[in-house]
């Protein structure tokens, strides 16, 4: 075996959410500021997001994380998150995997009961309060970017769906709010499929029609996700978040919960103080609590605090055989679904 490239891996889920954690073999993303990596790996080159995520080393139903030196000095770590269509500024689950990951392998030192590790991110600064006994990080509470609302209520033409209407809300990344009700849908893992197609055609259709830009960051300047939301009867709030190239977030979702409270709080239903439990569409869940009034830029909006736990699987090696004809990987539309054409473009 010889290989001209070699990346560790350390596997980790959060509720079901696989999030990847690269520990070695990784050169740093030229940026200055997280925001100028993310920049370049959208913009400039994403052959690495490529390599781990895109087959036959990578799959669909998964992230990879790339952790780098902090950019700023009240923290202590950046991270990235690797998708299939992008790099993306913030998640929820990753956050809760990577710090897992960060102080299980010692790559940050553990201190019991509590250890803090604040997160550089292109969405702002993220705390991450992991609980720690005998070793075991227990369970992570991570304080979110501040979340607000872009637009209520708006009601999109979608081709093949008719008229939908979405909320549209920040969370650490821009979510469509849809109730999945107004397409005869309900969130259920039998309905999986269903929902991904209707959350697939809303989400392109929503880049295609709107417009927003975040007021301090202003390279998220579009919709990253749908998530379909509901509500128990005990009050649960059970959600599933629609990630492209078409599949379903495992976990309850953070950034797209955080975006949900604060849709919540501009309609009067949602209070400071509030703790809520988020529920997936396999059952896990998050504790999601609203910790009180915030402001980005002229917009109102709130914090939030995530909590749930994440779990180390594996820990692997992918490389690069020099005559491999897929350094950058491929795609195929039987796994990757109907939108694997732009993403290999």
């Keep these: 075996m010889q290989w001209s490239k070699t990346l560790t891996m350390v596997e980790a889920h959060a509720e079901g959410e696989v999030g990847r954690v690269i520990t070695g073999g990784f050169v740093n993303v030229p940026g200055e500021t997280v925001v100028a990596k993310l920049d370049h790996l959208n913009q400039v080159d994403d052959s690495i997001r490529r390599f781990c995520v895109f087959e036959p080393r990578g799959c669909?139903?998964?992230s990879t994380n790339l952790v780098f030196p902090a950019t700023r000095p009240d923290a202590d770590v950046g991270f990235i998150v690797l998708q299939g269509d992008k790099a993306h500024a913030?998640?929820?689950?990753?956050?809760?995997?990577?710090?897992?990951?960060?102080?299980?392998?010692?790559?940050i030192a553990m201190t019991e009961p509590e250890t803090v590790v604040r997160f550089d991110t292109a969405a702002g600064l993220v705390a991450?309060?992991?609980?720690?006994?005998d070793g075991k990080c227990e369970r992570v509470t991570l304080d979110m970017p501040p979340g607000f609302v872009e637009d209520l209520d708006v009601d999109l033409d979608v081709p093949g769906l008719?008229?939908?209407?979405?909320?549209?809300?920040?969370?650490?990344l821009y979510y469509a709010l849809v109730d999945p009700r107004q397409l005869g849908l309900s969130i259920e893992p039998n309905q999986g499929r269903a929902l991904v197609d209707a959350g697939s055609r809303i989400?392109?259709?929503?880049?295609?029609?709107?417009s927003f830009c975040h007021p301090e960051v202003p390279s998220l300047n579009s919709l990253s996700y749908v998530m379909f939301t509901d509500t128990l009867d005990d009050g649960t709030l059970?959600?599933?978040?629609?990630l492209p190239p078409g599949r379903l977030d495992r976990s309850p979702c953070g950034t797209g919960n955080t975006a949900r409270?604060?849709?919540?709080?501009?309609?009067?239903?949602?209070?400071?103080?509030?703790?809520?439990?988020?529920?997936?569409i396999i059952g896990?869940?998050?504790?999601?609590?609203?910790?009180?009034?915030?402001?980005v830029g002229p917009k109102p909006a709130i914090r939030t605090r995530v909590s749930g736990r994440g779990w180390i699987h594996g820990v692997h090696q992918i490389g690069l055989d020099p005559s491999d004809p897929f350094p950058d990987g491929f795609l195929l539309s039987d796994t990757w679904g109907d939108a694997f054409d732009l993403l290999s473009s």
């Design 261 to 280: 409270l604060a849709a919540r709080w501009t309609r009067h239903q949602a209070r400071p103080g509030e703790v809520v439990t988020a529920k997936s």
């Design 60 to 62: 669909a139903q998964m």
């Design 128 to 133: 991450a309060r992991a609980a720690c006994r």
């Design 203 to 210: 989400h392109r259709a929503a880049n295609a029609a709107l």
């Design 284 to 295: 896990s869940t998050f504790s999601v609590e609203f910790v009180g009034p915030a402001q």
């Design 238 to 242: 059970i959600g599933t978040t629609v």
């Design 162 to 172: 008719g008229s939908v209407t979405v909320d549209i809300a920040f969370g650490g």
């Design 90 to 107: 913030m998640s929820g689950s990753n956050a809760i995997c990577v710090t897992t990951v960060l102080l299980e392998t010692g790559a």
